[in-house]
């Protein structure tokens, strides 16, 4: 169990104490003095770790063996090969455990709306809270650094936020701390002076964790790091997460009844909270947060201010750079924190990766065919986004075809053209349509796979 022995965060005088090792050190030696094996349980966590040549983890203070078990020979590889064996040890088998479990019911998707979301959700931007005075504390270093680095710095850490005691003791306070996507629930109510949007390529940085839960929100360390991965896991963790995620609101049914309905990316974005038992495990879980080393200031994107004479003695001394606004108020505005231009990229490069697969498994199927298709909800002039992104990532986006194939382009065209077509592209998918999409594809009979190669537009 975590120690509960200790003086209120906001009773120490000195902010920050004295630590033996970094984080990875101190919760390593933490669990191997608390968690307590049966002689079955330290048997398979050693075999698993000796098998797969990871040295130097005690069993204590590895994850359970259940989840080891799961692991790829591919984590296995990657796993030796990290920097930290025992954080990429734990990722790794917090992703596999995740996997495990099932997912919402009716909330499967088409691989176009996984390619959608994935490409929402890492466009979605770090939040981190700080004063004023942290700010550009931070700005005139260049850089966003945790507590223990402004104090030894001799600046005051309090000024830059508060870091719990539980952190400081396994050297958590060496970290800057980010919410993901969203401010967390607290954060809605209790907002810091200025709100720091930083880069989603923060997350790929070296040494970034993620967890659920904040230290003070657990009761053992166990439960902790079942909550923690890398930045390198994180989105493939997060995109499994939302997949089994419920709302906290429930909903009513036709029948009356009331049910926690499955929560996705989009409902996270918007604010919603997620239900304990399934996301998170407290009642005020509601994003996960980041630990940065630090962060070079140059991936700051926007700063948000609460309080209008700092926002404008702000702007009088850094005109240029980040972009500053002035809300008071988050909780009414998370449109501010949306970034178009990252999800277009995001989902362009998710396109193309989707294509390239495709292509790929048609040609190991070895019977890959040329065909034309017309495409469904596909209008040049149409105003809905599926269309637009039709528009935008030609040729390679494909949406799911109609049942007719054709061998050339000159039937499909005709056909495209017909009243029957006509009318079906012009009023029943899209109001006041004048072309539709005729694709060239390639299609495996045996791996069912379509893959598109060229994409010319049909007026109807």
């Keep these: 169990m975590v120690d509960d ?236 997460k939302f997949k089994r995620a419920r709302s906290a609101t429930r909903t009513r049914t036709e029948r009356g009844s009331r049910i926690n309905a499955g929560m996705g990316v989009y409902e996270f974005a918007k604010g919603e909270n997620a239900d304990p038992d399934t996301l998170g495990g407290t009642p005020t879980f509601s994003t996960f947060e980041v630990k940065m080393p630090e962060v070079d200031a140059s991936f700051a994107r926007k700063f948000i201010f609460r309080d209008q004479d700092k926002y404008r003695d702000f702007v009088q001394k850094y005109g240029e750079g980040p972009e500053a606004v002035y809300q008071p108020n988050l909780a009414d505005n998370l449109e501010v924190l949306r970034d178009d231009t990252r999800f277009r990229e995001r989902f362009h490069a998710a396109v193309q990766a989707d294509a390239e697969r495709r292509n790929r498994l048609i040609d190991e199927a070895g019977d890959g065919i040329e065909e034309y298709v017309i495409l469904g909800q596909a209008s040049r002039e149409a105003t809905n986004g599926t269309a637009e992104l039709v528009e935008a990532v030609d040729p390679t986006w494909l949406m799911m075809p109609t049942a007719k194939q054709y061998s050339d382009f000159e039937s499909a065209e005709g056909a495209a053209r017909s009243d029957r077509f006509g009318d079906y592209f012009g009023r029943q998918t899209v109001a006041d349509a004048t072309e539709v999409a005729v694709a060239k594809v390639r299609y495996s009979p045996s791996a069912r796979m379509y893959a598109t190669e060229e994409v010319r537009w049909v007026r109807v």
Excluded: C
Aim: no cysteine; proline share 5%; net charge negative.
């Design 5 to 240: 022995e200790h003086p209120s965060q906001y009773e120490i005088t000195e902010a920050l104490l004295p630590r033996r090792g970094h984080f990875s050190e101190e919760m390593q030696s933490a669990l191997k003095g608390k968690v307590e094996l049966e002689d079955y349980q330290r048997l398979h966590r050693s075999s698993e770790l000796l098998d797969h040549d990871v040295q130097g983890i005690d069993a204590a203070a590895a994850p359970d063996h259940r989840s080891m078990a799961e692991l790829t020979p591919d984590d296995w590889r990657d796993i030796r090969e990290s920097p930290d064996q025992f954080l990429a040890l734990w990722s790794r088998s917090n992703l596999a455990e995740l996997r495990r479990q099932p997912e919402v019911e009716g909330r499967h998707k088409t691989s176009q709306d996984s390619i959608t979301e994935r490409a929402f959700l890492e466009s979605l931007p770090l939040l981190h809270g700080t004063s004023v005075e942290g700010l550009m504390a931070a700005l005139d270093s260049g850089k966003f650094i945790g507590n223990r680095g402004v104090h030894e710095a001799g600046g005051d850490a309090m000024n830059s936020g508060f870091t719990h005691y539980r952190d400081r003791d396994f050297g958590l306070d060496e970290y800057a701390f980010a919410d993901f996507g969203r401010p967390h629930l607290t954060r809605m109510h209790h907002q810091p002076e200025v709100v720091v949007v930083l880069s989603p390529d923060v997350i790929k940085q070296p040494g970034i964790i993620v967890t659920e839960k904040d230290m003070a929100d657990t009761t053992s360390l166990t439960e902790y790091m079942k909550t923690l991965v890398t930045g390198d896991d994180f989105y493939d963790y997060a995109t499994e």
